[in-house]
């Protein structure tokens, strides 16, 4: 019940956030630069997610930071970081969804 919940908030959540996002850039608001920074938060925050960060983190660009993947929560996690953030994907992935 409780994982139901949180996918209903996290599916709201994100709709009401896309559109904001969406009227954001037509009018071209400085604020829609943190907002993919402002939903990663948003999703660890109702996932329940707890980020510890050890060291500083890198402000200069270009910076790459590697991850191993082992579940797609670090995407949210880097994300949640770093204000201005690009993923890559594999090549195997290209197709999907």
Known sequence: MIA???????TL???FMVAVF???RGLRL???QSMPCQWHRFACRIL????VVKGAICQQC???????HSAYLDIMVFGSLLPRVA???KSE???WP
């Open 13 to 15: 959540g994100t709709c």
């Open 62 to 68: 270009p910076t790459l930071f590697t991850a191993n």
């Open 22 to 24: 969406v009227l954001a």
């Open 4 to 10: 139901a919940v949180k996918l209903l908030i996290l």
């Open 30 to 32: 400085a604020f829609r």
């Open 48 to 51: 329940g997610l707890k980020t």
């Open 87 to 89: 993923f890559v994907a």
């Open 93 to 95: 992935i290209e197709h």
